[in-house]
């Protein structure tokens, strides 16, 4: 998934800097004996915070080393701004991208600093190591927590409604029924922002291994398909579903990711298909954001195996035009450590748990990240199929916003993004297609 981590463009001006060539252990220092580190980051509120707060710490404790933050866009735009930037040798020291699948596409053994058996490991959980390495080498410590991606849902409604979190489809529509009776919106929409409509796809991916548990490694392969599998299919029928019994809100073709949340927050809107990560940034306005919205799994067909599909940390990565590596892996160290986690936690409320050793969720931990918790500790949890594959179309968002506008039938959809998916496995060279 483009993460969420995935989020609403932002104009920016690529900077247009000298290529660094070489990757010492340290550029000289200023003449005060400081050292300064670029860092690029992401533009969602919650991204921004989280790196001020890790570079505000992180300063405050090594004097001698200043951070300059900038910000990217979001979605495509900003995955072009890393690659074009790392492929022209004008990349920052350091900076926050994706982990998972799309880290393949940086060719990370030519443009990163491999970080494997370094110390600046030493805190990160074994459990996150995978999604950060390629061909056998880690390149990345976790930028934030953990996220959960299937259905923010507003607790207010649902007790007001009498109404239990659903662990079937069924249930879960019937739930939308009632809620729509009761003259609130069932389920937003917001294709406004395309990346949001891929939700009830890619976080149905704990259904999917739940009925075919081989279908990452097969799918990888070029074996297993989403229109031929209809598990895989089920996240397009889903987006269909909810577009068919008119439970979306009216507008959603124009509604944006932060009119979706308003409207969750607020309790105009019962559901939102999205990740547990957005919340954080709302408290300052919505205090209530805090207890009024919980999480639960996209509802498959099977209750007793009801689990929630979660998305591992983004990653800060180290670019091989770096001069300053000894400042960067410091830098690396600290974001990868209990205090750099607490750093956090004093301006961002976690949305889940983090991927550092000693971290824990404070006691008044947001509701979402409760949730999420609570799978964790029952083992129904999922990788997001993108940690599990190399394998990701870059048309999906286009495709699930015309299958959840009615436009295109989820078997066209599921067949659509088959042959997306395959030009891109073309391209990467993987025996099967």
């Known amino acids: 998934m483009k993460t969420s981590h995935r989020t609403l463009a932002a104009a920016l001006a690529v900077l247009a800097t000298a290529a660094l060539t070489s990757c010492g252990s340290g550029a000289e220092p200023a003449a005060d004996g400081t050292v300064t580190l670029t860092f690029m980051t992401g533009s969602d509120q919650s991204t921004v915070d989280t790196s001020k707060a890790l570079a505000d710490a992180f300063m405050k404790a090594n004097p001698r080393i200043k951070i300059e933050v900038e910000n990217q866009p979001g979605g495509g735009e900003g995955d072009n701004v890393v690659k074009t930037r790392l492929s022209t040798g004008e990349m920052t020291d350091v900076f926050w991208y994706n982990s998972g699948s799309l880290l393949q596409a940086l060719n990370p053994a030519q443009t990163l600093v491999d970080l494997t058996g370094d110390p600046v490991l030493a805190n990160v959980q074994p459990e996150y190591l995978p999604v950060v390495t390629q061909g056998g080498k880690v390149y990345g410590v976790p930028a934030t927590t953990l996220a959960g991606g299937g259905i923010l849902y507003n607790r207010k409604v649902y007790e007001q409604l009498k109404l239990e979190v659903p662990k079937t489809w069924a249930e879960f529509m019937a739930n939308n029924e009632k809620i729509k009776a009761a003259g609130i919106t069932p389920v937003i929409g917001t294709f406004k922002d395309t990346w949001t409509s891929q939700i009830f796809v890619l976080a ?16 990888t392969a070029g074996k297993a398909k989403f229109a031929t599998t209809p598990a895989a299919a089920g996240g397009f029928r889903h987006l269909a579903d909810v577009h068919a019994k008119d439970y979306l809100n009216e507008g959603f073709g124009s509604a944006t990711l932060d009119q979706g949340l308003k409207m969750l927050v607020e309790g105009k809107g019962a559901h939102y ?4 990560g957005l919340l954080p940034p709302l408290l300052a306005t919505y205090p209530q954001t805090a207890t009024d919205v919980g999480l639960f799994g996209v509802p498959g067909t099977d ?4 689990g929630v599909t979660v998305w591992e940390p983004p990653a800060i990565y180290i670019a091989k035009t770096t001069e300053k590596l000894d400042a960067a892996k410091k830098f690396l160290a600290f974001v990868a450590s209990p205090a750099g986690t607490e750093a956090v936690n004093t301006a961002v409320q976690p ?19 409760k949730d999420l918790q609570a799978y964790i500790d029952r083992g129904a949890t999922t990788p997001a199929l993108e940690f599990l594959s190399p394998v990701k179309g870059p048309s999906l968002e286009q495709i699930t916003v015309a299958v959840g506008s009615g436009l295109t039938k989820p078997a066209e959809g599921a067949a659509q993004y088959d042959q997306d998916v395959a030009k891109q496995a073309k391209q990467l060279g993987l025996a099967g297609w």
């Open 204 to 219: 149905d991916f704990h259904n999917v291994r739940a009925a075919v548990p081989n279908f990452a490694r097969d799918y």
């Open 273 to 276: 298909a999205m990740l547990s």
């Open 303 to 306: 209750a007793a195996k009801h």
């Open 351 to 369: 949305s889940g748990p983090y991927r550092v050793k000693g971290a824990k969720l404070p006691d008044d931990a947001i509701q979402v990240a």
